[in-house]
């Protein structure tokens, strides 16, 4: 069945669980605008097409990969080191309903996550030493309707994902208040 637009959440879901073409993702990937992507049938002939919408799986290697960057980013004061754990640029852009969707992304998403990881690390003493624990994704995963002003496509979004590290054997956590999901994949939209 080809992919439409506007597909109750139940089968969109049903979609996500099918099988995505091998290699799509770099675990490894350290750039903003890394998306692994869902592949879906397009009713095209059998070429795949990208779901923006799909809701991705609350957890594996690939999300725990890109929060340990974020971790690592935090304990350097260097926010290029999580750049896969940003929401893309090239979502964003498709996405969002502004007039400048990029001059958007470098202002409201960029620029605060940037912000965020700095005072993060001021706040935190002893970060530089950190281990990552574990990540968990936030319990009330809530699919946003296309908005005004707000993103023109149905996004997941879900807040406070917890990811957890110890400082000299003291077990932390830091609340990530949002995150939002972009071609089957999470990424953080807002640290604080």
Known sequence: MPCKRGLPAAALLALVLLPSCGGCSDKNAHA??????????????GSDALD??????AAGA???????????????????????????????????????????WDKRV??????????????????????????E??????QMPPKRREFKKALWRVKHSKLSFTIDGKLRTL??????????????????
């Open 32 to 45: 903003a605008d890394a998306a692994p992507p869902v592949a879906l049938d397009a009713g095209d002939g």
């Open 52 to 57: 923006d919408t799909a809701m991705p799986a």
């Open 62 to 104: 690939e999300l725990e990969t890109r929060m340990r960057h974020l971790l690592e980013a935090i304990a350097q004061n260097n926010p290029d080191l999580a750049g896969d754990a940003l929401f893309p640029r090239d979502g964003y852009v498709v996405a969002k309903d502004a007039a400048d969707p990029q001059k958007a």
């Open 110 to 135: 960029s620029g605060l996550f940037r912000r965020s990881i700095e005072r993060t690390h001021k706040r935190l003493r002893g970060i530089e030493h950190a281990k990552f624990v574990s990540f």
């Open 137 to 142: 994704l936030g319990r009330s995963i809530i």
């Open 175 to 192: 609340d990530i208040a949002e995150m939002t999901a972009w071609r089957g994949a999470w990424y953080v939209t807002r640290i604080r």
